[in-house]
């Protein structure tokens, strides 16, 4: 008699396929792990990274099948150990909120203000959303202006309007966060739009002209679901009595509620200063400043991907580096690298300016760039005071701005001559920034301790990536790698300490950094609202 088939469900990592055009995986495990073509009910890829190491390209993939299998051949499949039964996880649960009094109101319409939304429309409660900046395709406008002609619009740039920062960036989705909901976020970038590799490959990113779709996408969904967009809307007070919210006035006058998401990014220092005044409490924190590098992107493709530079299944190299200063103790790290994109300058005030990385879903530019940034702790900076590194970091950026020439166009120097504290007279060669460079010493940016310890850091990446000083070019400054001031909050129910309804969220709260975590940030706290 026969043995009986029955359906298991199993894990499979580390299977490794020689990348090819069109890859057959039902093939490969028939021919892997002799399985029966049709005895595959259905396959999930869960992880696939590139394997560039050996003499030929491959693909290593995690999968999730289904397959209709006798008792015998799943034994024996579970004892490779690189495959594992599975078991169904539990659905994830929507609590619906009970009848609230006035609308919730989210303040920003980044990552975490977007996702915040998402889930209290989940939840049952359609709130009020409300953004200084404009809607992408004006937005998309006055970013063009300030790249083009050095015009700045205060209220609506790269930092400020739909989508956030994150929407005039890279657009990159790794995080070093564990969390069930990264899933989440992913999928609903793939309803937007988004490519579905991105739920698997092993670096995915957006690409700053994929998310210049995918956010309006996102909106218009939540719009259909009962959710109000208020842009082009400043927030002027947040009215807090007793400890408990209130209400926010805005340009058109009072909105009354008793809950507030705030997801306003690192940017927003007038909302700091608000809630320091009100007695909200704040924290300094950590952060890190430096230089942009930018470099020929042949040159890091071929230095990273060797013989297989140039492939079109590794695309635009990556790299990663880091250097512990020993005299110091301080770190040295690049940071937001951008392959295969553009230097691009940031500014929210007309007498201020720092860098930052952007690229296209394609990341086909001619150049690769990444921040150089060292750490910087609340001690390095004098005075008490929670916002001191505002401060810090404005100074650095009206200096940037100053040494540009007054007009948005950003100071550089070849990163040679930066080591050897030597002033750039020419450029090793064009750059990718715009409007415009101009030749400048860095050196001046930071005393010497801070300067000494970025070009120790430069000189071990030297090492580590043979002609990064002299195939480089520095732009200053780099100052937004994360806020250096964190809104104390309550680590179960997410609301600012002592402040009742005020849930903080995102990178502007300090417990977030880059769009997949602000996004889990922001569900995290809608769903233990309430």
Do not use: W
Request: aromatic letters at 10%; hydrophobic letters at 40%; charged letters at 25%.
């Amino acid at each position: 008699m026969a043995e009986k088939k029955s359906k298991y469900k199993l894990k499979i990592i580390n299977l490794c396929c020689p990348v090819e055009e069109s890859m057959d995986l039902h093939a490969v495990l028939v021919s892997c792990f002799g399985l029966n073509k049709e005895d595959i009910v259905d396959l999930t890829i869960l992880r696939r990274s590139t394997d560039a190491r050996k003499n030929s390209l491959f693909f290593v993939y995690t999968l999730v099948i289904n397959v209709f299998i006798t008792k015998s051949d799943a034994d024996e499949l579970l004892e490779n150990k690189n495959i594992e039964k599975l078991f169904e996880r539990s659905k994830r649960l929507i609590n619906k909120i009970a009848r609230l009094k006035n609308r919730p109101i989210v303040i920003g319409c980044g990552p975490a203000g977007i996702f915040a939304a998402i889930t209290l429309v989940e939840r049952g409660v359609a709130p009020i959303v409300v953004e200084r900046g404009e809607r992408v395709i004006d937005r998309v406008k006055s970013v063009d202006k300030f790249m083009n002609f050095g015009e700045l619009n205060p209220e609506s740039n790269m930092f400020y309007g739909e989508g956030g920062a994150g929407t005039f960036s890279d657009g990159k989705l790794t995080t070093r966060m564990k969390s069930v909901l990264k899933d989440r976020v992913l999928r609903e970038f793939i309803d937007a739009g988004a490519e579905k590799d991105i739920a698997y490959i092993s670096r995915p990113h957006l690409g700053t002209d994929s998310l210049r779709k995918i956010i309006p996408n996102i909106v218009e969904k939540l719009v259909l679901k009962g959710v109000d967009f208020l842009f082009n809307t400043n927030v002027q007070n947040i009215i807090i009595e007793q400890g408990r919210v209130k209400g926010v006035v805005a340009d058109n006058g009072l909105i009354k509620t008793e809950n507030i998401f705030l997801a306003t990014g690192h940017s927003s220092v007038e909302i700091y200063d608000l809630l320091n005044n009100k007695g909200v409490l704040l924290e300094p924190k950590g952060f890190a400043v430096g230089f942009r590098i930018e470099h020929p992107r042949e040159f890091i493709d071929s230095r990273q991907h060797g013989k297989f530079s140039g492939n079109k299944f590794l695309g635009a190299a990556e790299y990663y580096l880091a250097y512990k200063d020993k005299k110091t103790g301080k770190g040295v790290y690049s940071f937001c690298m951008c392959p295969g994109g553009y230097v691009v300058g940031c500014s929210s005030l007309n007498d201020a300016l720092c860098t930052n990385g952007m690229s296209k879903f394609a990341r086909d530019s001619d150049f690769s760039n990444a921040a150089i940034v060292v750490s910087i702790s609340p001690d390095d900076l004098e005075g008490d005071e929670p916002l001191k590194g505002f401060s810090f970091i404005h100074k650095l950026e009206k200096y940037a701005y100053e040494l540009g020439g007054y007009n948005f166009c950003v100071p550089v120097q070849n990163a040679v001559d930066f080591i050897n504290s030597n002033v750039t007279e020419n450029l090793i060669r064009e750059t990718s920034y715009r409007p415009g460079v101009k030749c400048s010493d860095l050196n001046y940016f930071f005393d010497d301790r801070i300067a000494s310890i970025l070009k120790r850091g430069l000189k071990d990446f030297n090492n580590k990536i043979l002609g990064f000083i002299d195939e480089g070019i520095l732009f200053g400054v780099e100052t937004r790698t994360s806020s250096p001031v964190r809104i104390v909050r309550d680590k179960i129910h997410c609301n600012a300490l002592g402040i009742e309804g005020l849930f903080p969220v995102g990178e502007g709260s300090g417990y977030a950094g880059g769009i997949m975590s602000c996004a889990v940030d922001g569900i995290k706290a809608a769903e233990v609202f309430c």
